[in-house]
Protein backbone atom coordinates (compact mmCIF):
# COMPACT_ATOMS: atom_id res chain seq x y z
CA UNK A 1 0.00 0.00 0.00
CA UNK A 2 0.45 3.79 -0.22
CA UNK A 3 1.86 3.89 3.40
CA UNK A 4 1.28 2.45 6.68
CA UNK A 5 -2.60 1.74 7.92
CA UNK A 6 -4.17 1.01 11.32
CA UNK A 7 -7.23 0.06 12.17
CA UNK A 8 -9.78 0.85 13.94
CA UNK A 9 -9.14 4.55 14.00
CA UNK A 10 -10.48 4.91 17.61
CA UNK A 11 -11.16 2.01 20.30
CA UNK A 12 -13.20 2.32 23.19
CA UNK A 13 -13.64 -0.60 25.34
CA UNK A 14 -14.60 -1.22 28.80
CA UNK A 15 -12.12 -2.46 31.24
CA UNK A 16 -11.74 -6.09 31.35
CA UNK A 17 -12.32 -6.28 27.75
CA UNK A 18 -9.89 -7.69 24.72
CA UNK A 19 -9.12 -5.29 21.97
CA UNK A 20 -7.16 -6.32 18.56
CA UNK A 21 -5.27 -3.56 16.80
CA UNK A 22 -4.27 -3.86 13.12
CA UNK A 23 -1.46 -3.01 11.49
CA UNK A 24 -0.84 -3.05 7.71
CA UNK A 25 2.57 -1.95 7.12
CA UNK A 26 4.24 -0.69 3.52
CA UNK A 27 4.21 -3.61 0.90
CA UNK A 28 8.07 -6.03 1.55
CA UNK A 29 8.79 -3.84 4.19
CA UNK A 30 10.99 -6.76 6.49
CA UNK A 31 10.43 -4.11 9.58
CA UNK A 32 7.73 -3.64 11.53
CA UNK A 33 7.05 -1.63 15.25
CA UNK A 34 4.39 -1.19 17.65
CA UNK A 35 4.74 1.81 20.14
CA UNK A 36 2.61 2.78 22.80
CA UNK A 37 1.55 7.16 23.31
CA UNK A 38 0.62 8.24 26.17
CA UNK A 39 -1.45 11.74 26.35
CA UNK A 40 1.07 14.56 26.21
CA UNK A 41 4.60 11.80 26.25
CA UNK A 42 6.49 10.68 23.40
CA UNK A 43 5.88 6.57 21.91
CA UNK A 44 7.39 4.41 24.15
CA UNK A 45 9.04 0.89 21.79
CA UNK A 46 6.40 -2.06 22.71
CA UNK A 47 7.63 -4.20 20.27
CA UNK A 48 9.67 -5.75 17.29
CA UNK A 49 9.19 -7.98 14.62
CA UNK A 50 11.71 -8.38 11.29
CA UNK A 51 9.21 -10.56 9.50
CA UNK A 52 7.17 -12.81 10.73
CA UNK A 53 10.06 -13.20 13.81
CA UNK A 54 9.16 -11.20 16.97
CA UNK A 55 12.96 -10.62 17.74
CA UNK A 56 12.54 -7.78 20.89
CA UNK A 57 9.18 -7.82 23.23
CA UNK A 58 11.05 -5.57 25.73
CA UNK A 59 8.84 -2.92 25.87
CA UNK A 60 5.24 -4.76 25.98
CA UNK A 61 3.76 -3.51 29.74
CA UNK A 62 2.61 -6.93 30.57
CA UNK A 63 2.03 -10.85 29.50
CA UNK A 64 -1.80 -8.85 29.02
CA UNK A 65 -0.09 -7.71 25.45
CA UNK A 66 0.44 -9.57 22.89
CA UNK A 67 1.50 -8.89 19.56
CA UNK A 68 2.31 -11.43 16.43
CA UNK A 69 2.98 -10.53 12.65
CA UNK A 70 2.05 -14.66 11.63
CA UNK A 71 2.86 -14.24 7.38
CA UNK A 72 5.25 -11.31 8.09
CA UNK A 73 2.83 -8.74 6.36
CA UNK A 74 0.05 -7.53 8.64
CA UNK A 75 0.72 -7.44 12.61
CA UNK A 76 -1.91 -7.47 15.17
CA UNK A 77 -1.46 -5.95 18.89
CA UNK A 78 -3.93 -8.02 21.29
CA UNK A 79 -4.32 -6.16 24.45
CA UNK A 80 -6.23 -8.57 27.34
CA UNK A 81 -8.39 -7.76 29.89
CA UNK A 82 -7.67 -3.91 29.39
CA UNK A 83 -7.46 -1.70 31.99
CA UNK A 84 -7.65 2.00 32.40
CA UNK A 85 -3.88 2.59 32.37
CA UNK A 86 -3.66 1.09 28.51
CA UNK A 87 -5.19 3.91 27.51
CA UNK A 88 -2.96 5.56 24.99
CA UNK A 89 -2.39 5.75 20.63
CA UNK A 90 -0.96 3.18 20.06
CA UNK A 91 1.05 3.89 16.65
CA UNK A 92 2.74 1.31 13.86
CA UNK A 93 5.53 1.60 11.79
CA UNK A 94 7.36 -0.02 8.99
CA UNK A 95 11.02 0.51 7.25
CA UNK A 96 12.43 -1.45 4.01
CA UNK A 97 15.09 -3.67 5.71
CA UNK A 98 16.93 -4.34 8.98
CA UNK A 99 19.84 -1.84 8.50
CA UNK A 100 20.49 -0.10 11.90
CA UNK A 101 18.61 3.45 12.11
CA UNK A 102 16.59 3.07 8.95
CA UNK A 103 14.09 5.76 7.90
CA UNK A 104 11.03 4.29 9.93
CA UNK A 105 7.16 5.47 8.32
CA UNK A 106 4.64 5.39 10.83
CA UNK A 107 1.03 5.17 10.65
CA UNK A 108 -1.72 7.38 11.98
CA UNK A 109 -2.08 5.36 14.93
CA UNK A 110 -5.41 3.97 17.12
CA UNK A 111 -6.24 5.80 20.13
CA UNK A 112 -7.54 3.47 22.25
CA UNK A 113 -9.87 4.08 25.45
CA UNK A 114 -10.70 2.08 28.37
CA UNK A 115 -13.65 3.19 30.49
CA UNK B 1 19.60 4.55 30.36
CA UNK B 2 18.82 6.86 27.52
CA UNK B 3 16.64 9.75 28.39
CA UNK B 4 15.42 12.68 25.78
CA UNK B 5 14.49 15.85 27.17
CA UNK B 6 12.84 19.05 24.99
CA UNK B 7 12.42 22.29 25.72
CA UNK B 8 10.16 24.29 25.78
CA UNK B 9 7.31 22.00 25.74
CA UNK B 10 5.15 24.26 24.24
CA UNK B 11 5.68 27.34 22.08
CA UNK B 12 3.84 30.31 20.12
CA UNK B 13 4.84 33.24 17.80
CA UNK B 14 3.87 34.83 15.24
CA UNK B 15 4.14 34.35 11.56
CA UNK B 16 7.34 34.84 9.76
CA UNK B 17 9.80 34.58 13.02
CA UNK B 18 12.24 32.29 13.04
CA UNK B 19 12.35 29.40 15.67
CA UNK B 20 14.14 27.01 17.26
CA UNK B 21 13.87 23.66 19.06
CA UNK B 22 15.83 21.92 21.36
CA UNK B 23 16.43 18.36 22.19
CA UNK B 24 18.64 16.98 24.41
CA UNK B 25 20.40 13.42 25.36
CA UNK B 26 21.96 11.89 28.37
CA UNK B 27 24.25 8.90 26.75
CA UNK B 28 26.32 10.30 23.06
CA UNK B 29 26.00 6.36 22.04
CA UNK B 30 23.10 6.92 19.47
CA UNK B 31 23.34 5.29 15.96
CA UNK B 32 21.58 8.78 14.61
CA UNK B 33 19.22 11.05 15.84
CA UNK B 34 15.58 12.02 14.20
CA UNK B 35 13.02 14.89 14.09
CA UNK B 36 9.41 14.09 13.55
CA UNK B 37 6.53 16.06 13.32
CA UNK B 38 3.02 15.46 14.61
CA UNK B 39 -0.66 16.69 13.60
CA UNK B 40 -3.48 16.09 15.67
CA UNK B 41 -4.98 12.66 14.21
CA UNK B 42 -2.58 11.62 12.01
CA UNK B 43 0.29 10.07 12.25
CA UNK B 44 4.40 11.11 12.79
CA UNK B 45 5.98 12.19 9.79
CA UNK B 46 10.08 12.15 9.63
CA UNK B 47 11.54 15.72 8.70
CA UNK B 48 15.13 15.07 8.99
CA UNK B 49 17.60 12.54 10.12
CA UNK B 50 21.13 13.33 11.43
CA UNK B 51 23.35 9.99 11.44
CA UNK B 52 25.77 10.32 14.48
CA UNK B 53 28.70 11.36 12.12
CA UNK B 54 27.01 14.17 11.27
CA UNK B 55 26.39 17.61 12.28
CA UNK B 56 23.42 19.16 10.30
CA UNK B 57 20.80 18.51 7.98
CA UNK B 58 18.27 20.85 5.85
CA UNK B 59 15.23 20.44 4.15
CA UNK B 60 13.61 24.13 3.00
CA UNK B 61 13.06 25.86 5.68
CA UNK B 62 13.89 23.46 8.31
CA UNK B 63 17.59 22.71 9.22
CA UNK B 64 18.56 20.62 12.25
CA UNK B 65 21.92 20.54 14.05
CA UNK B 66 23.82 17.53 16.39
CA UNK B 67 26.42 18.01 18.98
CA UNK B 68 26.70 14.31 20.08
CA UNK B 69 29.53 15.35 22.34
CA UNK B 70 27.20 17.77 24.70
CA UNK B 71 23.99 16.08 23.75
CA UNK B 72 22.30 18.71 22.02
CA UNK B 73 20.65 18.68 18.86
CA UNK B 74 18.14 21.90 17.55
CA UNK B 75 15.67 22.24 14.79
CA UNK B 76 15.81 26.08 13.31
CA UNK B 77 12.28 26.72 11.35
CA UNK B 78 12.84 29.69 9.15
CA UNK B 79 10.05 32.35 8.05
CA UNK B 80 7.48 30.15 10.34
CA UNK B 81 4.00 29.58 9.05
CA UNK B 82 0.91 28.76 10.18
CA UNK B 83 0.71 25.49 8.71
CA UNK B 84 3.93 24.84 10.45
CA UNK B 85 1.58 24.34 13.64
CA UNK B 86 2.24 20.73 15.20
CA UNK B 87 3.95 19.12 17.69
CA UNK B 88 7.60 18.28 17.11
CA UNK B 89 9.24 15.28 18.61
CA UNK B 90 13.09 14.51 18.57
CA UNK B 91 14.18 10.74 19.02
CA UNK B 92 17.45 8.84 19.20
CA UNK B 93 18.17 5.54 18.02
CA UNK B 94 20.31 3.31 20.58
CA UNK B 95 23.38 2.38 19.26
CA UNK B 96 22.87 -1.50 20.97
CA UNK B 97 19.80 -2.19 19.44
CA UNK B 98 19.98 -0.30 15.95
CA UNK B 99 16.58 -0.14 16.02
CA UNK B 100 14.82 1.33 18.94
CA UNK B 101 14.06 4.44 19.48
CA UNK B 102 14.41 7.01 22.64
CA UNK B 103 11.58 9.71 22.05
CA UNK B 104 11.55 13.23 23.90
CA UNK B 105 7.78 14.37 25.08
CA UNK B 106 7.47 16.91 22.46
CA UNK B 107 6.95 20.52 21.44
CA UNK B 108 3.69 22.03 21.03
CA UNK B 109 4.09 24.85 18.55
CA UNK B 110 1.81 26.69 17.48
CA UNK B 111 2.14 30.03 14.74
CA UNK B 112 0.03 32.75 14.80
CA UNK B 113 -1.30 34.37 11.48
Known amino acids: GAGVSQSPRYKVAKRGQDVALRCDPI?????LFWYQQALGQGPEFLTY????????KSGLPSDRFFAERPEGSVSTLKIQRTQQEDSAVYLC?????????????FGSGTQLSVL | KQEVTQIPAALSVPEGENLVLNCSFT??????LQWFRQDPGKGLTSLLL???SQREQTSGRLNASLDKSSGRSTLYIAASQPGDSATYLC????????????WGAGTKLIIKP
Open chain 2, 91 to 102: AVTLIESGYQLI
Open chain 1, 93 to 105: ASSLGTEAGEKLF
Open chain 2, 27 to 32: DSAIYN
Open chain 1, 27 to 31: SGHVS
Open chain 2, 50 to 52: IQS
Open chain 1, 49 to 56: FQNEAQLD
